[in-house]
């Protein structure tokens, strides 16, 4: 089972707040102000720390394996919309994601980023502090820079069906432990 962890920050007692159906890896790890909207996944060695500042995860989301999510106190704040796909490894640090991105595997985003919808972030990349990425926009690099426009319907679809495709992979998980 997941590490779920409840922390006092302050004095105030911040438990995760988990939807229900909400598919975790036993070695998953989510911790303090965080919130998991139903029929995401979170995979295995992900670390979503809400101890300093709040983290939330939509509806359908998948953080996939390796990927860290973190803030800065009194600083920033995680927000990713419906639909979000977090590759592997990614490391998020306060930033806001909007429906239907992709964050790239490996890829960084840094404080005060913001991902606009259906934007694609690709791998490897680094996004740095208080970038701002538009909708359906690709961007890449080390520093990140914009490459091109995306087409909205093809990464709303691309999204739509690796959420669709985790959410299946999250079943045979289920069925191992009936």
Request: proline share 2%; aromatic share 8%; hydrophobic share 40%.
């Amino acid at each position: 089972m997941a590490l779920i962890k409840s922390i006092n920050r302050n004095g105030e007692r911040l438990t995760p707040r988990i939807a229900e159906g909400v598919f975790m890896a036993e070695n998953a790890t989510v911790v303090g102000e965080v919130t998991v909207g139903e029929g995401s996944s979170i995979w295995f060695n992900a670390v979503l720390r809400g101890d300093v500042n709040t983290i939330e995860v939509g509806k359908h989301c998948n953080i996939q394996d390796g990927a860290v999510l973190h803030t800065l106190y009194q600083k920033s704040t995680i927000r990713l919309g419906d639909y979000v796909s977090v590759g592997h490894n990614v490391t998020i640090h306060g930033a806001d994601v909007d429906d239907y991105a992709l964050i790239g595997m490996g890829s960084t985003l840094l404080d005060g980023v913001h991902v606009g919808e259906g934007a694609i972030v690709a791998a490897g990349a680094l996004v740095l502090k208080n970038t701002q990425i538009g909708p359906y926009e690709l961007w890449g690099g080390v520093p990140a820079k914009f490459i091109k426009k995306a087409d909205p319907a093809q990464t709303e679809e691309i999204n739509r069906r690796i959420a669709h495709n985790y959410a299946m992979y999250a079943t045979w998980y289920d069925e191992e432990e009936k």
